[in-house]
C-alpha cells in the first residue's frame, strides 16, 4: 500500500509519519533549516512485524509547493489527512482535499494533529469542522483520530487503522503496459542513473526495455526495487526505483515529469478529449479557450482548454472539453488531471482522460460527442467499441485504440458485428453495417458523374474520391473501391472506373460537328487531316476528337493528328503481315507498303510502341505476339 499525506503547512505531516515509522522525512538540509517540507519525502515501514513494508510520501503543505504535492499525489491507494488541532481547517486543508478528491484516491483516514496542544472541546469543534468540509464528498465517511506526534497518543490507533486498510487494498490489475511517472533522478555511485516513481499500470522486469522521456529514447532495466527492497519484477500499484542504462544516457536529460513506459505505449499527444470538472468553491465561471497548468502523472504543463459543448462551465458543473496543449503529454483513458490557473496559484478543478488522440476537426460534431459520451460511461474498451464505430465514417486505428486503453490487441473481445478492414496504411476497425453504409453513396455519386459527363468513360480513383467529397483517407477509400470492384458493382476501363451498365454517349453538338468530319476521316484512309485543316472551329474539333478518342473511336497519334479505329486496325494488320514476311520490322518497309513519307511512318510507329504493339530495339522493332491488337489483326 502507498500513503500520501495531505494538509496546510504545519500541521504535523511530517512530524506525524516519524512518531509512525521512527524514520525522519525531512532530510535535506534546507528542509531542515527551515523546518519546513519543500518537496517529496519517501518513507518505508512495516507497520507490525509480519507485515508488508507500506510506502508513505510525504508532501510539502505551503501554497507555493502544491505542484510538487500534486506529483506525490499520482497513484496513492490512501490519503492521509492532517489537521491541526489548534488552528483546524485551513486554506491549503481544503485545497489538498479538492485535488485528492479529483484525483479519485479510493480511501482517506483523517488525523487530528497536535491534540496535545489544546483542550478536548477545541478537539471536539476540530471534528465537526472536518466533518462538515468532507460530508459532501467520497470521504464523508473517512474515520477521524485524534492524535499527538509528540506524546503518542492516538499513534497505536492510526497504525492500526493503517493496518485494517492495507488489508482492503487490492492489487491493482497488471493488465496493460507499464507506466511510471518519475518524481525522482539521481546518479548513484558505482551503480548509475536511478529514477523513482509509482508504478501505474503492467509490469517491468529487470532486462526489459522501455521508452524514455518526451523523445522516447529506449534505455533498459539494469536492476530494480520495489517498495525499497531489491527484486527482479516490479508492478502497478507499488513504489519502484529502476537502474537505467542506454547509450549517451545523462542525468541531465532526466527530469521530473518525464514518463517510462512500455514500447509500445509510446504515443506523445498535445491534444486531449476530457470530461472536466469546475470546482463549486470557484467564484466565477470558466471561459472557453481559458489558459490553464495541467497536472498529469508527476508532469505539469501549459496549455488552454476548448469548451466543446458551450462557451463557459459555471462552478461545480461539468463539460466535455479538449486540452491544447504546449508539450506533449503521455496519457490514457481514465488517467485524472489537475487544473490550476495560469500563474499556477489556485486549483480550478479536473478532468479525467477520455481520449489522449483527439482530433483537429468536428471536434463539436453530434457525432463527436456521443463518442465522448460512451467513453465517459464506459471504462472497459469492449462496452465503448460499439458507440465508437456507431459514431465514425472514418474507421477506428486498432493501434491508437490499444494506447487509447492499455490493452494489448490479443487481449480484445470483438463483437460479431466489426470488420477489421485493411488498407494500405494498416488495418482499421468499422462496424461491418456502417461500412456497408459507405457504399450506397459512392455509387449514387458515380451515377451522378456520368450523368454530368455522359462522354466520358468515368472518373480515375482520386477523381472519384475528390468528387465523392468523402471524409475517408485514400487508402481507406481505395479498400472500399476494391471491394465494389471485386463485387462488380463497379467496373474499370484500364484507369476510368464506372457503372457495369454505362455507356459513354456525345452531346448533341458533339454528334452534330461528327456527322460533318466522319465522311472526310473515311475518305482521307491513311493520311486524315490535321485539325487545323478540317474547316471548323479548330478548339472545339480538337475537344470533340479527344472526347472521341477517350471513347476508343478515333486514336490520338500525335497531339492534332487522329486516325479512325478502322484505319489502326488495318495499319496493323499491314504490320503483322510485313512481320510474317521479316520478323525485324524496317521503318523503310512499312513506308513503303503505307505509301506516305518517312516523318509520318515513324509517328505511327511510335504510336504503335506507345501502345504495346511493337517493341523497339533501336531503329528495328517487333511486334509483340501477346498485344491484344496483334491478335485480332487478320494474318
Known amino acids: 500500500m502507498i500513503v500520501g499525506t495531505a494538509g496546510h503547512i504545519d500541521h504535523g505531516k511530517t512530524a506525524l509519519l516519524q512518531a509512525l515509522t521512527g524514520q525522519a522525512g525531512d532530510r535535506r538540509r534546507e528542509e531542515r533549516d527551515r523546518g519546513m517540507t519543500i518537496d517529496l519525502g519517501y518513507l518505508y515501514a512495516a507497520l507490525e ?38 488552528d483546524g481547517v485551513m ?6 482535499l479538492a485535488i485528492v478528491e479529483l484525483l479519485g484516491i ?71 503496459g507499464f507506466r511510471l511517472a518519475i518524481d525522482r533522478a539521481f546518479s548513484v555511485a558505482g551503480v548509475g542513473i536511478v529514477v523513482t516513481g509509482t508504478a501505474l499500470s503492467g509490469l517491468v522486469a529487470v532486462g526489459d526495455t522501455l521508452m524514455l522521456g518526451p523523445q522516447g529514447k529506449p534505455v533498459r532495466v539494469r536492476g530494480l526495487h520495489a517498495q525499497n527492497q531489491v527484486a527482479e519484477i516490479a508492478m502497478a500499484g507499488q513504489r519502484v526505483a529502476l537502474n537505467l542504462s542506454a547509450e549517451r544516457l545523462a542525468l541531465e ?34 471561459e472557453h479557450f481559458q489558459p490553464v497548468h495541467v497536472h498529469v502523472g508527476t508532469q505539469d504543463v501549459t496549455g488552454r482548454v476548448a469548451l466543446l459543448e458551450g462557451s463557459s462551465l459555471a462552478p461545480g458543473e461539468r463539460m466535455f472539453a479538449q486540452l491544447l496543449l504546449n508539450a506533449p503529454v503521455q496519457a490514457v483513458k481514465g488517467d485524472p488531471l489537475i487544473l490550476r490557473d495560469q500563474s499556477a496559484q489556485r486549483t480550478l478543478g479536473g478532468a479525467r482522460v477520455l481520449d489522449p488522440f483527439a482530433p483537429t476537426r468536428q471536434r463539436r460534431s453530434p457525432e463527436r460527442l456521443a463518442q465522448l459520451h460512451a467513453l465517459a460511461i464506459c471504462n472497459q474498451l469492449e462496452d465503448s467499441l460499439p458507440a465508437l464505430l456507431a459514431n465514425s465514417d472514418t474507421g477506428l486505428d486498432p493501434q491508437r485504440l490499444e494506447r487509447q486503453f492499455n490493452r494489448p490487441r490479443n487481449t480484445w473481445v470483438l463483437p460479431d458485428d466489426v470488420r477489421l478492414i485493411d488498407t494500405r496504411q494498416g488495418p482499421l476497425l468499422f462496424s461491418a453495417v456502417r461500412w456497408e453504409a459507405l457504399k450506397a453513396p459512392l455509387l449514387e455519386h458515380l451515377a451522378r458523374f456520368h450523368q454530368l459527363e455522359p462522354d466520358q468513360m468515368g ?53 452534330a460537328l461528327w456527322q460533318h468530319l466522319q465522311p472526310v476521316f473515311e475518305q482521307a484512309g491513311f493520311d486524315p487531316p490535321w485539325v487545323r485543316d478540317l474547316g471548323h472551329d479548330e478548339a472545339a474539333v480538337r475537344l470533340l476528337l479527344c472526347k472521341m478518342a477517350r471513347l476508343g473511336l478515333l486514336h490520338q497519334v500525335v497531339r492534332d493528328l487522329f486516325y479512325t479505329d478502322t484505319m489502326i486496325h488495318r495499319l496493323a494488320a499491314m504490320l503483322v503481315q510485313l512481320a510474317a514476311q521479316n520478323p525485324v520490322i524496317q521503318v523503310t518497309a512499312f513506308r513503303d507498303a503505307m505509301g506516305l513519307g518517312r516523318k509520318r511512318s515513324i509517328q505511327i510507329l511510335e504510336y504503335f510502341d506507345r501502345i504495346g504493339l511493337t517493341r523497339r530495339f533501336g531503329d528495328k522493332r517487333h511486334i509483340r505476339l501477346d498485344n491484344a491488337l496483334a491478335q485480332r489483326t487478320d494474318h
Not at 59 to 81: C, K, S, Y
Not at 141 to 156: D, F, K
Not at 483 to 496: D, H, K, N, Q, R
Open 49 to 86: 512485524p509480519q507485515a508488508a513494508l507500506t510506502g508513505f510520501i510525504d508532501v510539502p503543505g505551503h501554497e507555493r509547493f502544491t505542484h510538487n504535492m500534486l506529483a506525490g499525489a499520482q497513484g496513492i491507494d490512501l490519503v492521509l489527512l492532517v489537521v491541526a488541532a489548534d
Open 91 to 96: 486554506p491549503q486543508t481544503r485545497e489538498h
Open 106 to 176: 479510493p480511501r482517506a483516514l483523517v488525523a487530528i494533529s497536535k491534540c496535545d496542544r489544546v483542550e478536548p472541546s477545541r478537539v471536539q469543534a476540530v471534528r465537526e469542522q472536518i466533518q462538515t468540509l468532507l460530508a459532501p464528498g467520497p470521504y464523508a465517511n473517512a474515520p477521524h483520530i485524534a492524535l499527538s506526534s509528540v506524546t503518542g497518543e492516538g499513534i497505536e490507533t492510526l497504525r492500526q487503522a493503517l493496518l485494517a486498510a492495507q488489508r482492503e487494498v487490492l492489487q491493482r490489475s497488471t493488465t496493460g
Open 253 to 286: 536529460q532526466i527530469h521530473r515529469g518525464h514518463w517510462l513506459l512500455a514500447e509500445w505505449l509510446y504515443a506523445p499527444t498535445q491534444r486531449v478529449d476530457v470530461d472536466l470538472k469546475l470546482l463549486a468553491s470557484e467564484p466565477k465561471a470558466f
Open 459 to 511: 472518373p480515375d480513383r482520386d477523381r472519384l474520391r475528390r468528387f465523392t467529397g468523402t471524409a475517408l483517407d485514400r487508402p481507406t477509400f481505395i479498400s472500399l473501391l476494391d471491394e465494389l470492384l471485386a463485387s462488380g458493382a463497379i467496373v474499370a476501363s484500364g484507369p476510368w472506373l464506372h457503372l457495369p451498365d454505362h455507356q459513354v454517349r456525345l452531346s448533341e453538338d458533339d454528334e
